[in-house]
């Protein structure tokens, strides 16, 4: 067994790795990540909210992030597509800097509607900026898979998820704060800022050197590889549609609830302010603290039973929001919930991410880990836009985040019968190899 799948490293090597290069790129990467889903998430939702909009048409607006879900159809384009002029500073870090660019464009844009004057506006606006984040998050996976050597790949995935939480959370508070003193298009246009960091991350580090690019690309035949080849790769795996199944199924519960929280946060009387202090404050702290934790369990445990630790703790933190909806408006009540919540993700953001990311090819890297990242909340995002809402005003928050912790049941008990048929270890890919040789994992 190796030292990915069981762990033999010790607390020293489990610390030193959060200090060097690649991991650290891997967080400004994951600040420009997560900063576009709290502008068509959270901080969407509360504009809607303040604006008037009832709840069924604002968890609705939740449809807009399945452009995430669908990135694997054009995926293959920022494999394969070489950028005139550009191209020159590498394929990844080309299509770096023309996404951030995107990105910053699709913000302002819907910082310039108004939704209580035109819904319609506001839905384009916000599919414009879903399609552009998620190309953004294409190549920004890509990237942060290459540069990271096998042994990296569990702190690298937590330092992207520290930073994919630290951009929505700031992003999310710079935009509240922002909007209760000026208003939300100053709010947007200020938070588009925030794709700075993985272009510059981009310009400072480099092409990875671990990329490989797929021979002659400019044959129709070689076009039919680019486009097929990450699926084929994938399938031919040892236990690959049990593996589908467990993404597909294994954040359900989890998003189901974090796209709710500002509804309830809204409900129960938080002002702008108290939000951004409790989400920010305790939230990073806790992310922070969830993080190191992570990182310590994947080293000393081993990839296998990190990923199953996180997936309990994450399916506890849904049971502490029906005990906040329970007990009501409560500083002390919020703060425990964001605080064990951002823990528990900060856990997962380590071991789960970095079992997504040894599962690539390493000739497909953006292209399957697109595909599977999307795969990973399609299912939560779709029951979030089409039946939250109306579950919410049917049968109340208590219930509803008691459902999401039952939902997230499944995703245990298919990652434990993965364990027991060894299909954690063949399910792997390239990525989890040193230069794609012999498999760490």
């Known amino acids: 067994m190796t030292d990915i799948a069981q762990g033999t490293g010790s607390w020293l090597d489990a610390v030193k790795p959060y200090a060097e290069k690649a991991p650290l790129a891997a967080l400004f990467l994951g600040i420009s990540s997560g900063f576009p889903f ?14 008037g909009i009832d709840k069924k048409s604002v968890t609705a607006f939740s449809l807009v992030l399945l452009a995430y879900n669908l990135k694997w159809l054009w995926a293959w384009v920022i494999e394969g597509v070489k950028l005139p002029l550009l191209h020159r500073l590498g394929q990844r870090v080309s299509w770096m800097l023309l996404a951030g660019v995107l990105v910053m464009a699709a913000v302002v844009n819907l910082a310039l509607v108004d939704p209580g004057a035109d819904l319609m506006a506001t839905v384009r606006a916000a599919i414009l900026l879903g399609i552009a984040g998620a190309t953004f998050d294409i190549i920004i996976d890509g990237y942060r898979i290459e540069i990271l050597t096998p042994e990296q790949l569990g702190i690298g995935a937590g330092m992207s998820q520290y930073g994919w939480r630290i951009g929505a959370a700031a992003a999310g508070a710079v935009g509240l704060v922002v909007a209760q003193h000026w208003d939300w298009t100053t709010a947007y246009i200020v938070c588009a800022l925030f794709a700075l960091p993985a272009m510059l991350a981009a310009l400072i580090v480099g092409e990875p050197e671990r990329h490989k690019e797929i021979a002659g690309r400019k044959s129709s035949g070689e076009l039919v590889q680019a486009i097929i080849g990450p699926f084929v790769d994938f399938f031919q795996r040892k236990g690959a549609l049990l593996v589908l199944l467990f993404i597909l199924v294994h954040k359900i519960g989890d ?20 939000i ?14 969830g993080i190191f934790v992570g990182g310590v369990l994947y080293a000393r445990l081993g990839l296998k039973r990190s990923v199953l630790i996180s997936l309990i703790l994450m399916a506890v933190s849904n049971f502490s929001f029906a005990a906040l909806a329970a007990a009501g408006k409560s500083n002390i009540g919020m703060a425990g919930a964001i605080g064990f919540e951002n823990f528990a993700s900060g856990i997962g953001g380590v071991a789960v991410v970095a079992y997504f990311s040894a599962l690539c090819d390493l000739r497909f890297t953006a292209a399957q880990y697109a595909m599977i990242s999307a795969a990973a909340s399609i299912v939560g995002r779709f029951l979030t836009g089409t039946t939250a809402g109306a579950m919410i005003e049917r ?7 008691l459902l999401t912790t ?27 190899s040193d230069e794609g040789g012999q498999r760490t994992a």
Do not use: C, H, K
């Open 255 to 274: 998003t189901l609830a974090n796209l709710t929280f500002r509804l309830l946060f809204n409900d129960l009387g938080y002002s702008n302010d108290e």
């Open 38 to 51: 709290a502008m068509i998430g959270a901080n969407l939702a509360s504009r809607l909210a303040q604006d």
């Open 276 to 289: 951004a202090i409790y989400d920010v404050g305790v939230g990073f702290w806790a992310l922070l603290a």
């Open 395 to 401: 049968f109340g928050y208590v219930d509803f985040y």
């Open 406 to 432: 039952v939902a997230a049941l499944p995703g245990i008990v298919l990652f434990w019968l993965m364990m027991r048929a060894g299909l954690v270890e063949t399910s792997v890919g390239s990525a989890a």
